[in-house]
């Protein structure tokens, strides 16, 4: 099956910038997402990008798709101690609704 | 923006009980939901695709007769996890798509935490 790999972990200074790499294999992927978990939470969406697309910037908030790597970033500029979380990369493949995600991404934001 | 509501946030009952969880989609109708569970510290996993209308979807080694779902309306599906023992215990995630909007991402309810003693 398809695969999505992210680092575990990844600490920061508060104020900062944080990025957070993911890569994926299904080569047919339509769109990519990044999702926020806090714990004891649901997940939250942050962003998705487009597969056609190289960059989506949100305020604080750039995806950055390499689809030639099949390699996605989420880089969060100006990093506050709100965003320790867990970050999951995600994947929806061509013809199918369903998400195939990364293992999450814990960030520690240092004050 | 859309809302998906899950109910319970957190459930604690005896081995053997049968336990529902309900997710609804609260301001756009969905035809697919699907269920997930999460390990601690681990990712989420697909448990199952919930057709409004039809049968679920399970994946590979989901017990359909251990987890049964309902989705009898565009906007609520429901989980039963049937006869639960402490390894049924996990984070149970649901998540919705919106029907009018093939293009919008899924999204998530706050999830349940289910302990079973």
């Known amino acids: 099956g398809e695969d999505v790999e992210q680092s575990l972990f990844l600490s920061v200074r508060e104020g900062d910038s944080s990025v957070i790499n993911c890569t994926y294999t299904d080569s047919s992927s339509t769109y990519l997402y990044w999702y926020k978990q806090e714990p004891g939470a649901g997940l939250q969406l942050l962003t998705y990008i487009f597969s056609n697309m190289d960059m989506k910037q949100d305020q604080r908030l750039t995806v950055l798709l390499n689809k030639k790597d099949k390699h996605l970033s989420l880089r969060i500029a100006d990093t506050q101690t709100g965003d320790s979380a867990i970050y999951f990369c995600?994947?929806?493949?061509?013809?199918?609704?369903?998400?195939?995600f990364g293992k999450g991404t814990k960030l520690s934001v240092i004050p | 923006g859309a809302v998906v509501s899950q109910h319970p946030s957190w459930v604690i009952c005896k081995s053997g009980t049968s336990v529902k969880i309900e997710c609804r989609s609260l301001?756009?109708?969905?035809?697919?939901m699907f269920w997930y569970r999460q390990f601690p510290k681990q990712s989420l996993m697909l448990m199952a695709t919930?057709?409004?209308?039809?049968?679920?979807?399970?994946e590979q080694g989901v017990e359909k007769d251990k987890f049964l779902i309902n989705h009898a309306s565009l906007t609520l599906s429901t989980l039963t996890v049937t006869s639960a023992h402490p390894e049924d215990s996990s984070f149970y995630i649901c998540?919705?798509?919106?029907?009018?909007?093939?293009?919008?991402?899924?999204?998530f309810g706050d999830g349940t935490r289910l302990s079973i003693l």
């Open positions: 301001d756009f109708q969905a035809t697919t």
């Open positions: 919930s057709n409004e209308g039809s049968k679920a979807t399970y």
């Open positions: 998540s919705a798509r919106d029907w009018g909007n093939s293009n919008q991402p899924q999204h």
């Open positions: 995600a994947e929806r493949g061509a013809g199918s609704y369903q998400l195939t």
